[in-house]
């Protein structure tokens, strides 16, 4: 079983960056797919980037050319680097990963991924 644990949230200033970390415990090549997730105070939760086995990556359009999702084997640890951050990125942001979904279908309203983590606070002021 796998068990994602966010890591590298933070408060910072309109156009900075941060980079999220996610330690899949229990990572195995039965993994198929590994995403990203955010929920703003209000809102409901939706996608920010996915990648699953074969290579591929899918992004929210609110977030494409500005953040990048990539994983490392060796260390079994997910990353989103987030550039060019704006106030409306504020949210929890939590990692989630399946063995079955593709990156495409992750990313689709109401799809269900089996593992999550409990989230990392990303604060953008203004």
């Known amino acids: 079983q796998v068990q994602p644990v966010e890591s590298g949230g933070g408060s910072v200033q309109a156009g900075g960056s941060l980079r999220l970390s996610c330690l899949l415990s229990g990572y195995t090549y039965s993994t198929n797919c590994m995403a990203w997730f955010r929920q703003a105070p209000g809102k409901e939760r939706e996608g920010v980037a996915a990648k699953d086995s074969e290579g591929l990556t899918t992004y929210a359009d609110s977030v494409k050319g500005r953040f990048a999702i990539s994983f490392d084997n060796a260390k079994k640890t997910l990353y989103l680097q987030m550039n060019s951050l704006k106030p409306e990125d504020t949210a929890m942001y939590y990692c989630?990963?399946?063995?079955?979904?593709?990156?495409?279908?992750?990313?689709?309203?109401?799809?269900?991924?089996?593992?999550w983590g409990k989230g990392t606070l990303v604060t953008v002021s203004s």
């Open positions: 989630a990963a399946d063995e079955v979904m593709t990156a495409s279908q992750a990313l689709e309203p109401d799809a269900g991924m089996d593992y």
